[in-house]
Nanobody
């Protein structure tokens, strides 16, 4: 059984650059595709960023390209999402996920509990 535990998030100012973290337990982290999704009220879940097991490839949604960076540390079983230049439209619940596909689909294999990111003007 794989468990994903997220940390970070909260209320941030527009233009801020917080980082979300997600620690995985169970399984073999270095073999998994990791990703971040987000969902705002009344909107569909969106794939924000994904990264291959050895960090060979990354994927970003058009809305965050050039601003967000996904990275991973396999020795720590951790994936990160650095969010630069946050905008109010980035406000959402952010979910860490694990999958065997790249890019992952909405039906990812495992999910974190979600962290709320609220961006104030």
């Amino acid at each position: 059984q794989v468990q994903l535990v997220e940390s970070g998030g909260g209320l941030v100012q527009a233009g801020g650059s917080p980082t979300l973290s997600c620690v995985a337990s169970g399984g073999t982290f270095s073999t998994y595709v990791m990703a971040w999704f987000r969902q705002a009220p009344g909107k569909e879940r969106e794939l924000v960023a994904a990264i291959t097991p050895g960090s060979e490839l990354t994927h970003y949604a058009d809305s965050v390209k050039g601003r967000f960076t996904i990275s991973r540390d396999n020795a720590k079983n951790t994936v990160y999402l650095r969010m630069n230049s946050l905008r109010p439209e980035d406000s959402a619940a952010y979910y860490c996920s694990l999958d065997l596909r790249f890019p992952p689909r909405r039906a990812a294999l495992y999910w974190g509990q979600g962290k709320q990111v609220a961006v104030s003007e």
